[in-house]
Nanobody
Framework: QVQLVESGGGLVRPGGSLRLSCAAS????????MGWYRQAPGKERELVAV???????VYANSVKGRFAASRDNAKNTVYLQMNSLKPEDTAVYYC?????????WGPGTLVTVSS
């Protein structure tokens, strides 16, 4: 099965930047969709960005123009570059992979945006 591990979260001031990483292992050749989600305290998990196997990425309106997803196939890693961070971006960020009709989730990494 596909396994995912996120890293790169932390505390950042408003307006700052962070880059999250998600390392994938297992049958990654079977992955057809990869995404980033987040869950803020007291709120439901929401989509941040999703990339389909053809390479196109769709972003949530709340992060469009500030966040950018990318991948390094040689490292089996996807990234989420987050710029111009706002306090409302505070959440646990999760990496997700859809493969063979299944979903894999990482344990999440906490991002806190605060002065």
């Amino acid at each position: 099965q596909v396994q995912l591990v996120e890293s790169g979260g932390g505390l950042v001031r408003p307006g700052g930047s962070l880059r999250l990483s998600c390392a994938a292992s297992g049958p990654i050749f079977s992955i057809n969709v990869m995404g980033w989600y987040r869950q803020a305290p007291g709120k439901e998990r929401e989509l941040v960005a999703v990339t389909i196997s053809g390479g196109s990425t769709v972003y949530a309106n709340s992060v469009k123009g500030r966040f950018a997803a990318s991948r390094d196939n040689a490292k089996n890693t996807v990234y989420l570059q987050m710029n111009s961070l706002k306090p409302e971006d505070t959440a646990v960020y999760y990496c997700n992979a859809h493969y063979l009709g299944l979903n894999a989730w990482g344990p999440g990494t906490l991002v806190t945006v605060s002065s």
